[in-house]
């Protein structure tokens, strides 16, 4: 079955959506996802989003799905580079995406979760490592 | 109002939606869209088809390339035969939905193009064409 990798950054988890994501595609990623926050301890998912041409409501969805999953098991999530016009059509649409976190590129996303994780750990008195 | 082409695919599974995708890009390309046209005709197309295979139980739609005067769009229409809508005016807002999803396929896909109309009859099926212009 067709799949997309899921690439392990020391404490993140990448993944970089590169094919038009049909529904099924979209599902397994969700559980597949969750599978390896919890076996590779993630603390964070980065999922660039570059190469998608559109995101509907399902798609939208599931990266919401995603986000909220990932919250759960203590792992924080940042959508990298939409496109534009994706944005644009998005709003439009009427999905906003709530708590999801976003970053223009993969560099400022990984800034972006390192900051979030350091936070928390200093929020919950732990020294950040 | 000429029709500059005109096909009908169906729409029977997920692998149809992505196609109804890709084909209504190439038409809106062909159309010279831009980008932004390209992608609001796409993602409305992409959350009718859904519409289609996930409420109406699969049916197809009609893309056409057509061209009134001076103004190039894409049209399309879709059908199924499913088990129609008993409260349109219902089913046109955010976010009522009797499925799984967020509610915003008809709602969002009508803010993304020019013109929207939506025919259904209950135990008959829904027809619901859009269509952008340029």
């Keep these: ?30 559980d597949d996802l969750t599978g390896r926050i919890v076996k590779d301890h993630a603390h964070g998912v980065l999922i660039d989003i570059s190469s998608l041409e559109i995101v509907d409501s399902f798609i939208g969805r599931m990266i919401g ?7 759960v098991l203590d792992a924080e999530t940042v959508v990298v580079g939409m496109r534009p016009a994706v944005a644009i059509t998005l709003v439009e649409l009427g999905l906003s995406l709530p708590g999801v976190r976003t970053a223009l590129n993969v560099d400022k996303g990984v800034e972006l979760l390192k900051g979030c994780i350091e936070q928390r750990a200093t929020a919950n008195g732990h020294v950040a490592g | 109002m000429a029709t500059l082409r005109d096909e009908i695919f ?8 992505v196609k109804v995708r890709q084909v209504t890009r190439e038409w809106a390309l062909m159309q010279t869209f831009s980008l932004v046209d390209q992608t609001k005709i796409v993602t409305a197309a992409s959350e009718l088809a859904r519409n289609t295979l996930e409420y109406g139980r ?30 349109l005016a219902k089913a ?43």
């Design chain 1, 1 to 30: 079955m067709e799949r997309i990798p899921i690439l392990k950054m020391g404490n993140f988890l990448l993944v970089t959506v590169q094919v038009d994501m049909h529904d099924r595609l979209a599902m397994t990623l969700q």
């Design chain 1, 65 to 71: 799905n995603i986000a909220s999953m990932a919250r």
């Design chain 2, 10 to 17: 169906p729409i029977r599974s997920s692998d149809d939606i």
């Design chain 2, 58 to 87: 699969g049916g197809e739609v009609r893309i056409q390339a057509v061209q009134e005067g001076p103004r190039r769009g894409v049209r399309l229409t879709f059908t199924d035969q499913g088990p129609g809508i008993p409260d």
């Design chain 2, 92 to 134: 046109l807002q955010d976010g009522f939905t009797t499925g799984s999803g967020m509610g915003l396929g008809l709602s969002g896909s009508k803010r993304l193009v020019n013109d929207f109309d939506i025919q259904s009859e209950v135990g008959k099926g829904t027809t619901v064409m859009i269509a952008r212009w340029k």
